[in-house]
C-alpha cells in the first residue's frame, strides 16, 4: 500500500468515526427537544401522548376555574391563539403573574379527551411583554400584524377562538 493510499483510508475512517459520533448526538437530543405549538396546531396535528410540548397562547378571560384535590391545588383553563382553544390543567401554583387575558407558555403533554397537561407554566413579566413563539402563531394566524400595533386584545382573541372550537377537553 502506497502512502497515498493509506492517508486517504486514513482520512475516511476518520470521517467515519466522525458521523458516527454526530449520529449518536444527535440521537441523544432528539429525545430532550421541546417544540413549541399553538392551539390550533396541536388540534390538527396531536403530538403523541408521551411527547412534551410548549404550548403558548393567550388565557381565555373567564376560563380559569381552581380546585384543591387534597392538598394539591388543581388549575383548570383554556389557552387559544385566536384560531382555537385547548383546554389545560396544572396541578400546582400559578405563577403570580398569572392573569386570564395574558400570553402565557404552558409545558406538557397532550392527550387526545383529556387535553393539555401541564407541567409548568410561564407568564408574561409585564403589560408589554408577549412570548416570541406566542406572537409568530398570532402572526401565522392572519389574526395580528406588527406593523399595525400591538397584538390583539384577550376579548378579541376569545371570540375568534370561542366561535371557532371552543375547548378541546371533555368538559
Avoid at 30 to 49: D, R, Y
Avoid at 127 to 156: C, I, N
Amino acid at each position: 500500500m502506497t502512502r497515498k493510499s493509506r492517508r486517504l483510508w486514513l482520512v475516511l475512517a476518520c470521517l467515519a468515526c466522525f458521523a458516527v459520533a454526530a449520529g449518536l448526538v444527535l440521537n441523544a437530543f432528539s429525545s430532550s427537544i421541546v417544540f413549541f405549538m399553538a392551539p390550533s396546531q396541536i388540534l390538527k396535528a396531536p403530538p403523541t401522548a408521551d411527547r412534551v410540548v410548549r404550548l403558548g397562547g393567550m388565557v381565555v378571560a373567564g376560563s380559569l376555574k381552581r380546585r384543591v384535590e387534597g392538598q394539591t391545588p388543581i388549575n383548570l383553563f383554556e389557552i387559544t391563539d385566536g384560531q382555537a382553544a385547548v383546554d389545560v390543567r396544572y396541578e400546582g401554583i400559578l405563577p403570580d403573574l398569572f392573569r386570564e387575558g395574558q400570553s402565557v407558555v404552558a409545558l406538557g403533554t397532550y392527550r387526545q379527551g383529556d387535553g393539555f397537561i401541564a407541567s409548568e407554566v410561564l407568564a408574561k413579566h409585564d403589560e408589554t411583554y408577549m412570548p416570541k413563539e406566542v406572537a409568530d402563531a398570532l402572526q401565522r394566524s392572519g389574526k395580528w400584524d406588527p406593523k399595525f400595533g400591538k397584538p390583539p386584545s384577550s376579548d378579541a382573541l376569545n371570540s375568534m377562538a370561542r366561535g371557532a372550537t371552543g375547548g378541546s377537553g371533555g368538559r
